[in-house]
């Protein structure tokens, strides 16, 4: 049983540190500066007979006037292809006119689309955490919405599973 899983999302919202979480291993370059993944990478998670193969992808961009934004906005666009399941990361504490229009990509998609409200771990005051949840379950229709931590490693561990299910 093999699979596809493709990490979609803005720049810096910790689709590659995610990535890296999952394999239990450094494969993708994370840093503090965007546009550090300039092209797609491959992690082969096994699980015995399962194989899910994650995508992590350059963020996508709304400004295409560089001709670097609009080679990584290609990448992320065309690993969205045919995959099992998509991961639309974004940061928590904030939303932004480029994970809306992400979300505007993703609309067309056929497949499960999880939401990872990353970055969880900063938002010191929980209380706000659950009205911003509910405001993103609005915008789509995501087959489940997670709270995680890509650096601390929260939920991270669901976003596996539900991988795997799919299979
Ligand atoms: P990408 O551009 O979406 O691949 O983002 P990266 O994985 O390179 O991460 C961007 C920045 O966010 C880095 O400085 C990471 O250390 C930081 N980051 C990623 N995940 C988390 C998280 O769960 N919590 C916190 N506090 N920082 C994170
Ligand atoms: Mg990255």
New binding site residues.
């Given amino acids: 049983y093999c699979g596809f899983v493709a990490i979609v999302?803005r720049?810096?919202?910790?689709?590659?540190?995610?990535l890296n979480k999952l394999l239990g291993q450094k494969v993708?370059?994370?840093?503090?500066k965007?546009q550090?993944?300039r092209h797609r990478i491959l992690g082969i998670d096994t699980q015995g007979a399962y194989q899910t193969i994650f995508v992590?992808t350059p963020?996508l961009h709304i400004e295409e006037k560089r001709a670097i934004n609009r080679l990584m906005n290609r990448a992320a666009t065309s690993s969205l292809g045919d995959v099992e399941m998509v991961v639309f990361?974004v940061d928590g504490t904030h939303w932004t006119d480029d994970d809306e229009m992400v979300l505007n990509k993703l609309r067309h998609m056929h497949c499960p689309v999880v939401l990872a409200v990353?970055?969880v771990?900063?938002i010191k005051d929980k209380e706000i955490l659950l009205p911003h949840l509910q405001m993103l379950a609005q915008k789509g229709n995501f087959a489940e919405i997670l709270p995680?931590?890509?650096?601390?490693g929260t939920n991270v561990e669901k976003i596996r599973e539900m991988a795997k299910r799919l299979l």
């Fill in positions: 999302g720049p810096n919202v910790g689709k590659s540190t995610l993708s370059i994370t840093s503090r965007p550090t993944t992590d963020g990361v990353n970055k771990d900063v995680i931590s890509a650096e601390k």
